[in-house]
């Protein structure tokens, strides 16, 4: 079984602990481990090093190879990020030359899962189906109508896989606004969408080609000159040529091939929110629930329900507020309302607009 971890992302939701040079996979926020070494890390026991290929970004290469010190991981750079259909395809490529047939999981950087075992038992009836053609993704199961998520629509049972149930596909749908997720969630019918796809190499560039045929033009080109000298001259010319198309809506939400659910609760989170992070180290929170997570701890005085993350050796001193998200860097102090944190990705839209590119 191979791996593709996609490390490209920006993470603007974490800002101003996120940057361009510092996305979220590349934060210690849910341990003491970056993002990406828990990704890294939750599949050790079921594929080999040899066997992962991390996409990452031009600028963000440099810190990759350091965190992953002598793993024997392959890093596959992008010049510049053009969404998970060309990030995967890169990558297909690559295992196409060694294993064509074989299960591939398509897993992103910057996702949190508490039950690591039954997530690799789920990986195990996955590549089960996927080796025969079929393309298998994971729906974990809603616990509240979450408008931060994509949803999947439930079909009908298909058979069992190493002891676990799985679906066909009824339907992708895009995030919805806070009625409709209420809809979706009585309905029983849906769940979230993980974006966690396990296919081969075969399979997955046969789809591209289907319906990203531009796609699949540059990444054949790309593919003749794989391990030879001037394979990153070739990509740093034709990546730009790219068409930014996610995989969710370049191909599954087209493809007339078997697509298979498997629904499932394995402690999944895709930690898109300061308030996201607050929720999910909740055993961690003082009497008075605040969270602190970084350099400092914080004096609080009538202050409860916040979260503080610092980046300096300031002492950080709340009173008398509620429900804060207060996060200090070296250069910039945001304090939010933790139920808007979902918009602190506007600041660095904004500081782009007005040229402080430094921040963003």
Known sequence: MFAIV???????????????????????????????????????????????????????EEITR??????PVSVLV???????????????????????????????????????????QILSSAANIAANSGIVTLGINPTQPETGYGYIEIGEQK???????YFSV??????????????????????????????????????????IPALYQILTEIEKYISTPEYEKVVERLYPEIEPISIDYGVMEKT??????????FG???????KALY?????EKDESDNLTLGYKSITAVDAKNNLVYSKTDKEVALLGVEGLVVVETEDVLLIADRNRSQDIKLFPEKFKVSGKVKLC
């Open 6 to 60: 996609m490390a490209g992302g920006s993470g603007t939701r974490f800002w101003p602990a996120s940057r361009q040079h510092l996305p979220k996979q590349f934060l210690a926020i849910t341990s003491r481990q970056t993002m990406f070494e828990e990704t890294l890390g939750r599949i050790d026991k079921l594929i080999t090093d040899n066997s992962v290929y991390a996409v990452v970004n031009k600028m963000h």
């Open 66 to 71: 350091r965190l992953l010190l002598d793993r």
């Open 78 to 120: 992008e010049p510049v990020g053009r969404n998970t259909s060309a990030c995967i395809g890169l990558a297909a490529l690559h295992i196409r030359q060694r294993a064509a047939d074989t299960p591939i999981v398509v897993l992103p950087s910057d996702h949190y899962i508490s039950n690591k075992d039954l997530f690799l």
């Open 159 to 165: 058979g069992t896989s190493l002891n676990h149930e």
């Open 170 to 211: 009824s339907r992708f749908v895009e995030k919805p606004d806070f009625e409709t997720a209420c809809q979706y969630i009585s309905s029983g019918k849906y769940l979230w969408n993980s974006g966690i796809f396990i296919f081969t190499a075969r399979t997955i560039l046969q789809e591209i080609e289907e319906h």
């Open 256 to 265: 007339s091939n078997s697509i298979y659910l498997i629904p499932t609760d």
């Open 268 to 274: 999944w989170s895709d930690v898109g929110s300061w």
């Open 279 to 283: 929720d999910l180290r909740s055993n």
